[in-house]
């Protein structure tokens, strides 16, 4: 059965949500049918998920809530010497096992960490990682207590220990919580979660939605912004702080002559994703409307990660291609400063499980130089056609147009972005500001935001 809210499905499980169902209206942006935020305060800005999903998308499988179940307390606690772990036996009948080594390590006293800080004081070179346990038992307040053979005491609250189990259900729990890494994928019939401007910037929790939807969906359209300079910067003081590149803070979007990038004129760009040019390209960008062109100028974006998936599945090789081969880019030119930018990128970036993290791609900074043994180059080409071509199909391509005020926010390792070819009447010039933010920026807000929303640590 279908959730009823995308906020049900897609959301971290372990964050405690209102079971209020979501009042929600539909508006349209650029002739698709868009989800707003209404003004209730209990509204979540999601789509239900058949609305989102479009035809033919699949729902990530759904992680349990609590995989050591709902109770926290301490029914008894006792030391393994041999396989040296602490056994901690919860009320609700769970087991948990915790090394030794592991809880020296984490003593959480003031002695061992800064309080202030949450922060480790204890030195590695002071840490015995053969330690024994001389004693355990479970306080009045539940707590575990450990006496350690050099007489340290160290004592560790239920709670802390229960969410840094080690069973795999534990772990993954965990990590879904502090990095939100679960992904709806789409396709061209996405509705794009839409929120208001004013109230992310003035509202906690219609910023966390905000955030946790782009997390997710990898787009949000903001509505209502002035059409004026300056609030890409507004939006970005919600969060943190802009990303700096060679372009400057932020970024102006016209037609210009002498075009320092294919950005500045006001021809066709192709799919891609910014800055494949740096080693660690910007996490996400802002688009904000300042003038809309006459003719033309209409928006196009991919789901890169849900194409890298599907590429997996209908090529296998030329995934592996694209996801083992190191390819140069560049970026020359001078604007906030002079700059001769050089890297080297993986089109399809994959982690250690084999998992896509990131898509670096932009034809017109693809260099010249391939580095790449003449075996590899037409499987390279091949590779990377059949990507593009996936792509570009018209099922997997959402087309939009903004309009004065209008700002999209999107993830920049996630979705290729490309743009119509316009023509604007005399005086009358298309104009975008742009401005970058690193993810690291991002997720540290939407924690604090959880935080300050949900009473979550």
Not at 337 to 356: E, P, T, W
Request: charge should be negative.
């Amino acid at each position: 059965m279908w959730m009823t809210t995308l906020a049900r499905c897609a959301l971290p499980t372990m964050l405690k949500r209102s079971s209020s169902v979501s009042a929600c209206h539909f508006s349209r942006i650029g002739g698709r049918p868009e989800l707003t935020v209404a003004t209730s305060p209990t509204l979540s800005l999601y789509p239900t998920w058949w609305q989102l999903r479009g035809h033919g998308t699949q729902a990530p499988a759904r992680m349990t809530s609590n995989p050591l179940g709902a109770s926290t307390g301490v029914r008894h606690a006792r030391a393994l010497d041999q396989e040296r772990q602490l056994e901690v036996e919860w009320e609700d009948g769970g087991q948990s096992l915790y090394p030794y080594t592991w809880l020296r390590d984490n003593c959480q006293c003031p002695v061992c960490t800064l309080q202030s800080a949450g922060a480790r004081s204890l030195q590695l070179s002071q840490l015995d990682i053969h330690t024994g346990v001389d004693q355990v038992h479970v306080t009045d307040s539940s707590k575990v207590s450990i006496l350690w053979p050099d007489h340290h005491t160290s004592e560790f609250d239920p709670e802390w220990l229960k969410k840094r189990c080690f069973s795999p259900a534990a772990r993954q729990a965990l990590q879904e919580e502090l990095f939100l890494n679960e992904r709806v994928y789409w396709d061209s019939e996405l509705q794009i979660p839409t929120a208001n401007f004013e109230e992310v910037l003035h509202d906690d929790k219609a910023a966390l939605d905000w955030l946790l939807a782009l997390r997710r969906v990898g787009i949000v359209y903001l509505k209502g912004a002035s059409a004026e300079q300056g609030q890409v910067a507004r939006l970005s003081q919600r969060i943190g702080f802009l990303r700096l590149t060679f372009y400057g803070h932020t970024f102006q979007v016209q037609d210009k002559p002498q075009a320092n990038n294919l950005a500045y004129t006001s021809g066709d760009l192709n799919l891609h994703t910014d800055y494949p040019a740096l080693h660690y390209p910007p996490g996400v960008q802002f688009l904000h409307c300042l003038r809309q062109a006459d003719d033309g100028g209409e928006s196009e974006v991919v789901d890169g990660f849900h194409m890298a998936e599907r590429l997996r599945r209908e090529d296998p090789e030329a995934f592996r291609t694209l996801s083992s081969l190191h390819i140069d880019f560049t970026d020359t030119g001078a604007d906030y400063c002079d700059f001769m930018v050089q890297s080297k990128n993986r089109i399809i970036d994959v982690d250690s499980d084999g998992h896509v993290v990131r898509i670096n791609f932009n034809n017109a900074t693809r260099d010249s130089v391939l580095d790449l043994p003449l075996h590899q180059v037409q499987p390279f080409y091949s590779s990377l056609q059949a990507y593009v071509q996936l792509m570009t199909r018209p099922e997997n391509m959402l087309t939009y147009k903004m309009e004065a005020g209008d700002i999209v926010t999107f993830n920049n390792w996630r979705l290729l972005h490309g743009r119509k070819s316009y023509m604007c009447h005399p005086g009358c010039v298309r104009h975008l500001e742009g401005g970058y933010l690193d993810w690291d920026v991002v997720m540290s807000c939407l924690r604090v935001l959880r935080k300050s929303v949900h009473g979550e640590s």
